[in-house]
Structures are given as structure tokens and as C-alpha cells.
């Protein structure tokens, strides 16, 4: 089964995610680099991939490095536990939510990199 999200833009949620950190007090330079962080996207890659209107398979298909780190990830998006999402796409979905979550409850940038 093809999910929906998997074929919208990731330029069309991106927005989402900025105000969701916003509205808690938080940047879109820290969306930005917990993106980067997750994705191994130079700033100027992960720009071109806004502009280009990727959708969410290609712009996870096409990320230079997933970040290790991120099997760290653990708890519930969505009522689901991210750890136990089997279509790999989708955990990487939700790990990306994950992370904008822990931002917006005012998480230190170290614990969400998992640094």
C-alpha cells in the first residue's frame, strides 16, 4: 500500500513543520538543522529540494547520508511507536515528526541530535 504522503511535496508540510516549532517559541534554522542532521542534505541541496517541490520518497531517496543516530529515535507519533514502523519510508517519515515534535516541546538541540 502507497501512503498519500509519500507522493505529496515535502516543500508543501516544510511550512508546517516551521510553524509548529514557531508556535512554541523555536526557529526555522532549528527545523532546518534538525533536517540536515537526519538527512546528511548540504543547506544548499535541501534548498534545491524545496524549489524542486520533491516529493517525500524522492527526497528521502535522494538524502547523501540518513544519519545513524537516528535508530536512536524512540517513542509515539501519531499513536504509533516509531521504532516498530515497518515500511521503512514511513519510519522515516516519523522519525522526521518525531524530531520536530521533541523541538516543539522545547527539547535541548544536543538531545534531539542525539549528540
Known amino acids: ?16 513543520y516551521v510553524a509548529k516549532a ?8 532549528e527545523v532546518d538543522r534538525i533536517i ?9 541541496a535541501f534548498a534545491a529540494q524545496l524549489a524542486d517541490k520533491t516529493d517525500f ?13 537516528r535508530a536512536e529515535i524512540k517513542g509515539v507519533v ?4 516509531v521504532e516498530e514502523i515497518e515500511d521503512p519510508l514511513m519510519r522515516e517519515i516519523r522519525y522526521l515528526d518525531k524530531l520536530i515534535d521533541e523541538l516543539a516541546k ?9 549528540a
Request: proline share 7%; with cysteine; aromatic share 12%.
Open 1 to 16: 500500500m502507497t501512503h498519500r504522503i509519500y507522493k505529496m511535496s515535502f516543500a508543501s508540510v516544510y511550512p508546517l
Open 22 to 29: 514557531e508556535r512554541k517559541g523555536r526557529t526555522r534554522a
Open 36 to 44: 540536515l542532521w537526519l538527512t546528511g542534505f548540504s543547506p544548499e
Open 57 to 69: 520518497e524522492t527526497f528521502f531517496a535522494q538524502a547523501p547520508r540518513l544519519n545513524p543516530a
Open 78 to 81: 501519531c499513536g504509533v511507536r
Open 106 to 114: 522545547g527539547k535541548a538541540m544536543d538531545k534531539i541530535l542525539r
